[in-house]
């Protein structure tokens, strides 16, 4: 048998204000070929399904599409909740879903409810009574505030609450495994201890400690996690996924995939990694404007979604526009000017002090909030501005 780990989805989500449907539709399109190529029996979403709580109508549509061409092309599909989804939302029609093989796991009481699937043994045959199984656990987004009374622990942590719900799929386990074979895959959404995060997450230690060591994840067979963006291997057993799509800049350097997890009577036998082709690069760049302008070495980066930090002693005039001149997707800019430290280490109030007249203390407010001293015409508006209050006062 073999599954596909995925997680992260975020369906509705924006880059730097640029919408990403199409992109996810992109995803959902390798994904599917990613099915039937490699004939996965079983598709893991393991949390953030959807970018917010209510998400839109094309959104929820993109979804539909998903889980449709994902059975057509011969594969379940389990699914758990995340922080950004709604658990109640997303977990409608659940029982009505999971004749069509789609199985929702987003409410507490389901947590050690596994879907069994047989396993061939050594033979070849195979008992759905007796025979090998393999158990799929889903364990939803747990806000250790909403949930530590209904799990029946005294402190509110994230620590405690996974333990708690950890502990209930043990115990549904043992008892499962006095009568056969039982391996065990089980998807949370969580960060833990030893997973390297990105920007674009939502953090999860309100409440709580945030992080879960991964002890608490130990004798299952594999577990799938959700919630960090980077593709990871905590251990031979415990692996995130990450998201499919770059969703910020920090994820630049980020290789997008996720794992197939080959399982058989004996257990897991391989996990191996899949890509997913990224519909644009990023580029994050830094130095003067004229070298960015002017370097061929950031040629590549004219196609590319851009963050751009310029380092030029003084701010330049009309930076955005003639960036874009260039680099039309620069989405973020930022100023970090190199060689004015002698004018960073004088407080402005100190400079002010300094200033000898009104169109100094103008010209010095300018170059103060936009880091770029007044040019001859912009000092000769102002002056003219002062002179015409000045003549305004005298009139009075």
Not at 37 to 59: F, H, K, N, T, W
Not at 177 to 186: G, I, K, P
Request: a negative charge; glycine letters at 10%; aromatic letters at 6%.
């Amino acid at each position: 048998m073999r599954l596909l780990h995925t997680s992260d989805w975020h369906l509705g989500r924006s880059f730097h204000g640029v919408g990403m449907l199409d992109a996810q539709r992109a995803f959902v399109d390798q994904l599917v070929g990613v099915v039937r190529e490699q004939s996965v029996d079983v598709v893991l979403i393991a949390g953030d399904v959807y970018d917010r709580a209510l998400p839109g109508v094309d959104v929820v549509g993109l979804l539909d599409d998903a889980l449709v061409r994902l059975s057509g092309a011969g594969a379940k599909v389990v699914l758990t909740s995340g922080n950004h989804d709604s658990a109640i939302r997303l977990g409608f029609a659940s029982r009505l879903l999971e004749r069509g093989g789609v199985h929702l796991r987003t409410r507490l009481a389901e947590l050690d409810t596994p879907l069994l699937l047989p396993l061939a043994d050594g033979a070849g045959s195979n008992d759905a009574d007796a025979g090998p199984v393999l158990a799929i656990y889903g364990i939803p987004w747990l806000e250790p505030r909403l949930v530590a009374a209904q799990l029946g622990v005294e402190t509110a942590s994230h620590f405690e609450v996974t333990r708690s719900a950890t502990g209930l799929i043990r115990a549904d386990l043992a008892a499962r495994a006095q009568t056969r074979t039982v391996h065990s895959v089980v998807l949370a959404h969580t960060f833990a201890s030893g997973g390297i995060s990105s920007e674009s997450e939502r953090d999860l230690s309100i409440g709580g400690v945030g992080a879960v060591p991964l002890d608490l994840f130990d004798g299952f067979s594999y577990t799938a996690l959700g919630h960090l963006h980077g593709r990871q291997t905590l251990s031979p057993t415990v692996r995130y996924s990450g998201s499919p799509l770059a969703y910020s800049f920090s994820e630049a350097k980020h290789q997008k995939g996720g794992w197939l997890i080959d399982v058989d009577a004996t257990g897991v036998t391989a996990v191996t990694e899949v890509l997913w082709e990224a519909p644009r690069q990023l580029a994050v760049l830094r130095g003067t404007l004229d070298q960015l302008l002017d370097a061929e070495e950031f040629g590549w980066a004219e196609g590319a979604y851009c963050q751009v930090t310029l380092t030029d002693a003084q701010r330049p005039a009309q930076a955005m526009e003639r960036l874009r001149a260039r680099f039309p997707d620069t989405l973020v800019l930022g100023f970090d000017p190199q060689g004015a430290e002698a004018a960073a280490k004088t407080s402005y109030s100190s400079r002010l002090a300094q200033a000898g007249d009104d169109l100094a203390i103008c010209c010095g407010f300018l170059e103060h909030v936009r880091g770029r001293s007044a040019d001859d015409a912009e000092s000769g508006v102002l002056a003219e501005a002062l002179e015409a209050v000045r003549l305004e006062g005298v009139s009075r």
